[in-house]
């Protein structure tokens, strides 16, 4: 009777702690499921146009999740000129690089790239002397980084889009990775900005001073969009702009607060995985050795990177 009533405690902390990481667990799963959804959607309209539908129902999902949790924090001033270059930075610039580079390569491709984000975001950190890494964390992000070098310059992954493939392959990877280094940099620069606003209310008034610019993008394109499956369409846009951006980032946040984000951040590791089986599976892409290789290097380098001491400050 003891020792059963003594692992009552323990039982009940085990299915608390599978509770706690449920969210980031879903998380990993949207994101790595939403690299190919997105890249079937861009075969049926022009990635401006699906860009800014996408982001305007995202708009609308964060704006309600927004102000559910309204309720439960206090009022807080926002800074409206440091918001606006904030959001055409991150929800702008980064947005067109991503579609723009994602309609060029493989979802494989663009999953495996996509990886390195917590790559850039460390070197981001060092520059801006917020951490400083030490001689283990630097050979992680340096096999990181060959892997994400390796996939850059890699080939084609046997899309059934041979469209894809050859010089303009390697401009969407590129274009990725751009994008990546672009949003690693907004993160990093977005802490002093979360110091004040609130994280699902900053992205919220993010996407919607970036929308006015994606409209312009997309409106010479405007009533040439004839899709052939107009239902996977649909679903794409849903799915990319509601469950992706909406959704998954208030389960982010939740998942944050309550196992915090270096535990939160493993989970990040799935999405490649994840968006690899799918794009092999719905797509038909399949990944070349090289590619796997390089692959496997970015997640084992930032799988065995250890945390970086904080930079003493001046």
Excluded: C
């Excluded at 369409?233 to 196992?259: K, P």
């Amino acid at each position: 009777m003891t020792l059963r009533h003594a692992t009552r405690p323990q039982r009940s902390r085990t299915l608390l702690n599978r509770h706690a990481v449920l969210p980031a667990f879903l998380v990993a799963i949207i994101w790595g499921i939403n690299v190919p959804v997105m890249k079937a959607g861009l075969s049926e309209m022009h990635p401006f146009l699906f860009n800014a539908v996408r982001l305007s129902l995202s708009a609308v999902a964060l704006g309600i999740i927004d102000r559910v949790e309204r309720g439960n924090r206090p009022k807080t001033k926002v800074a409206w000129t440091t918001v606006l270059w904030y959001g055409l930075l991150s929800s702008l610039f980064y947005q067109v690089l991503f579609l723009w580079g994602m309609n060029a390569t493989t979802a494989s491709n663009t999953a495996l790239i996509v990886a390195s984000g917590p790559l850039w975001a460390a070197i981001f950190s060092a520059l801006y002397r917020l951490e400083k890494p030490t001689a283990g964390s630097s050979v992680s992000l340096a096999i990181a980084l060959a892997g994400t070098l390796l996939v850059t310059a890699s080939g084609s992954m046997g899309a059934k889009d041979a469209a894809s493939a050859g010089p303009n392959e390697l401009w969407g990877n590129l274009a990725i990775l751009a994008s990546m280094m672009t949003f690693a940099w907004t993160t990093v620069i977005s802490k002093p900005i979360l110091e004040v606003v609130p994280a699902t209310r900053l992205a919220f008034l993010s996407v919607l001073v970036s929308l006015p610019g994606h409209w312009i993008l997309a409106t010479p394109v405007l009533g040439f969009t004839e899709p052939d499956r107009p239902g996977l369409l649909g679903f794409s846009l849903f799915y990319s702009g509601v469950l992706s951006t909406g959704v998954a980032y208030a389960l982010w946040n939740r998942s944050v607060r309550t196992i915090g984000p270096a535990r939160t951040a493993t989970f990040s590791y799935l999405v490649p995985v994840v968006a690899l089986a799918v794009a092999w599976w719905f797509l038909d892409e399949n990944p070349t050795r090289l590619q796997m290789i390089g692959g496997a290097l970015v997640i084992l380098g930032l799988a065995s990177r250890r945390r970086p001491r904080p930079a003493n400050p001046d």
